[in-house]
């Protein structure tokens, strides 16, 4: 017990968000795939005592902070089982095995787009992404630097272009960013 209150103790003493998420990033939330094979199922869980435990920290609502989580898993499983018009998805194993700051980036990007989205209606949401984001770890800020740059729709275009060579590196998709860039304009 005394461990764990001085343990506390520290969290508290430093800035208590970046530190729980450097220990494990899937404390607030977590997408998984079920079985490699068919019929795979893929679940989301959201953490909701740690998400109330963070939102005091981040002076931000806990429904805010709520939405933002379970938008950013189901943005995992857009990327991964959301069909294109050619009902190609992301190959599990290429999703599973891809570089950790493609994968979170992507989820961020389209996470901070429906809070953007939302903004007017509940403005909770966008408030909360803003106050975690520059505490958490670099790969779930890859997409800040996309989204200075690129458009959306070439975001989207390097998404599928990526995916369907079952690429896994953030380097291509950096490769297929700027060619989605050139395509489009
Ligand atoms: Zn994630």
């Known amino acids: 017990m005394a461990l764990v209150n001085d343990l506390l103790a520290e969290i508290d003493s430093r800035d208590p968000v970046q530190k729980l998420l450097l220990v494990s990033q899937d404390v607030l939330g977590v997408y998984r795939i079920i079985g490699l094979f068919p019929p795979m199922r893929t679940e989301v869980h ?3 005592a740690v998400i109330a435990l963070v939102s005091g920290w981040l002076g931000t609502s806990v429904e805010g902070l709520t939405v933002v989580v379970l938008a950013h898993e189901l943005a995992h499983g857009y990327t991964h089982i959301g069909a294109d018009i050619d009902r190609v998805t992301w190959d599990t194993d290429a999703f599973i ?32 992404y803003q106050a975690l984001l520059p505490r958490q770890p670099p790969p779930y800020q890859t997409q800040k630097q996309w989204e200075k ?9 390097a998404l599928l272009t990526t995916r369907r060579r079952m690429q896994t590196t953030l380097a291509e998709f950096m490769k297929n960013l700027n060619q989605a860039e050139q395509d489009l304009t």
Do not use: D
């Open 46 to 48: 959201l953490f909701w």
């Open 97 to 128: 095995n891809a570089e950790k700051g493609l994968i979170e980036g992507l989820a961020q990007h389209y996470t901070h787009l429906v809070c953007q989205a939302l903004e007017f209606r509940f403005p909770e949401a966008l408030a909360a």
């Open 149 to 157: 740059v690129h458009s959306k729709e070439m975001i989207r275009l």
